[in-house]
DNA sequence: GCTTGCATTGCAAACGTTGTCATTTGATAC
DNA sequence: GTATCAAATGACAACGTTTGCAATGCAAGC
């Protein structure tokens, strides 16, 4: 039997409500919602919020969000990884964004995006953008080509240094870019195992291609040159930001004939995998080398020993982004090229960073 | 609210576009979507697009929805906490989340939920359910009276059975609830213990009040029960689900006069916390004592000796929330009233177990 | 009885986009 | 030149809610 095509009975809306209960759809918008339900009397209220339950309503946002403006809602791109969650980066950027949305009355609508498909930027952004007020993004590190179509793009927006390769001049680029300092977190990381009389240092650091690991590449690089402790090139390793990297890294430094006293990871979790190894070799920390990693990933303090690492002021940066968003969502034609200072990263100092040994 | 009505010419619309190409709305709003835009001459699409860019515009979400009917978005509610992205259960439960809502063209929305506050749990769910067509629940435990108010809501939702109180029969209930098998996944991994010859078995539970603590409990003693294991109570430790509450769970059992040759924790947090101290006090794992997990987390097989653990199909379970959705979704009025089966958690055997030493 | 003021309700106009027509345009074939 | 047909465009009506304004009813004050 073909439904009638009378029906759809079902489709509750304002209207309908108003309808079986004989007043207009006016009162009942007025009744349902908080702001303004005491405009209508009382009993009549009771008599409309009871039907509206009967009849299972439920507002159309879409119809609501039209009439009212804006929504409130702001969009996070992150890379296509089933682990995406667990990186200390992501975990706590996207809990800070939470929490600074929250606090705004803001949702948080979370997107992932691969690139390894041949799909248009530009019409990925623009299709998440469209149904949010504007972007953070977090994915995949961004080519010349992407950056430039972003500098057409309207809708608030903004970038990490992370995603920007290493030969981008962030003041120059004149897009709304957030970051954290890479530079003096590595250097002042380095400068604490000079301190502790290290001059033998390795490093272990991260992979090709990735803006942070390249820059605390350069924070530790400057700083151990500067006072005479270059490395030698048998002490440095390049690998993958993960454990597993930090194991075959410690692993070829310890086969050297003179060995470093200390090393500098690119992040924690290279570091936790050269401080296993090293374990499992049988050279204790501190004691026979000093370890520092970077990130204080969640880690970092139940490990054994504890590792002196640098954190970065991730829900911070979060703040701000939201923060951006918000503005430029609330002042629309004005956007802001707006290029951001560094943010500063602190040093945790803990226990898997000890003085150089006398017999050294 | 009243608008600022003098201003705001800048507000670019599909019309305005219109108007200064001098052409109709409805051409300009085909140009702009790619599904229609070969419906327009391709010099006019460019000229429109050029316009658009330069006049700033981006379609306002809120009439598109509206135009179009439910807007593809689903939202989940999880708890309020700084480390919410970091434990193993949500982690890969939002990870399996974005892939299946990715998979099926749809966004996802992440909202935090504070339970503390006395707000008002169905007016919170109601205002969650505005922007979205459904909502996944996982954040803190429910109450029976907003289990009740739960059944008169009308929009598409799921629960899993680690929000729900402990005495409530899931069955009965009569709300759309998935679940994990903690107790045929608790049993399985204590049946393995006794199989390797222990008797003397010690339990590190999880909190009170928490419903995956409860069931996992009650797996473990039904299994020890039919095989005459009965655990002493001096071997029975109950703490928040985290490494310190192992910690201070093995600390108590090691001071036991007799003590047990073999422990099952609550999740793998607490396994952790309990091998870490076992380590330290001089007793070896699995050589002294065996050690299993619950969750399969991130570290268990980072960690020394890799560990024995459930895993739960957190990414099965996803998929199923998010595919419930979308059918709610795209058949409104018809919501079911589904239970779910219990989906099997599986038994991941690595190094942190062995067999009964003969001395014992 | 008439005004005044207040509480309550209805009317109708938006909000910006999209899809369904109907209409125009342009090209091709006769 | 006209008929034919497809492609391109325009006119217009929804979509469901909110809100300014007007209308009504009611009670109190004169």
């Given at each position: ?29 007025r009744a349902l919602r908080p702001e ?288 951006l968003i918000v503005e430029a969502a ?31």
């Amino acid at each position: 039997m073909p439904r009638p095509s009378s029906a759809r009975l079902d489709k509750t809306g304002i209207v309908q409500i108003a309808a079986s209960l004989g007043v207009s759809p006016s009162t009942v918008s007025r009744a349902l919602r908080p702001e303004t339900s005491h405009l209508v009397r009382a009993d009549r209220r009771k008599q409309i919020m009871d039907m509206a339950e009967k009849q299972h309503f439920s507002p159309n946002p879409g119809a609501r969000m039209l009439r009212k403006g804006a929504n409130a809602t702001l969009t996070v791109v992150v890379p296509f990884d089933e682990n995406i969650f667990f990186s200390e980066y992501y975990g706590r950027f996207l809990a800070g964004t939470l929490h600074a949305a929250a606090a705004r009355g803001w949702g948080v609508q979370i997107s992932t995006m691969r690139r390894s498909e041949n799909t248009n930027f530009r019409e990925a952004m623009q299709h998440m953008s469209l149904e949010s007020s504007g972007i953070i993004y977090l994915a995949e590190p961004l080519t010349h080509q992407e950056l430039e179509e972003l500098k057409g793009f309207r809708r608030p927006f903004v970038l990490t240094k992370s995603t920007l390769p290493e030969d981008v001049d962030v003041r120059a680029l004149g897009l709304p870019v957030l970051s954290v300092d890479n530079l003096s977190g590595a250097r002042s990381v380095a400068s604490l195992l000079l301190q502790l009389g290290h001059r033998r240092i390795g490093l272990l650091l991260g992979p090709e291609g990735s803006r942070d690991a390249h820059e605390r590449k350069q924070g530790y690089l400057e700083m151990l040159q500067k006072n005479g402790a270059v490395p030698r090139p048998e002490w440095i390793y390049s690998g993958p930001f993960n454990a597993e990297s930090g194991r075959a890294g410690i692993e070829k430094i310890l086969k050297c004939a003179e060995r470093p006293t200390a090393i500098c990871c690119a992040n924690d979790e290279i570091a936790f995998g050269a401080m296993h190894a090293a374990h499992l070799a049988g050279v204790r920390c501190p004691d026979d080398i000093s370890i520092v990693g970077f990130d204080d990933g969640h880690w970092a303090t139940a490990c054994q020993p504890a590792l002196t690492t640098i954190r970065q002021p991730l829900s911070d940066l979060a703040e701000r982004a939201v923060g951006l968003i918000v503005e430029a969502a609330n002042n629309p034609g004005q956007i802001r090229r707006f290029v951001s200072d560094d943010m500063p990263a602190s040093m945790m100092i803990r226990e898997s960073t000890g003085p150089l040994r006398r017999s050294e």
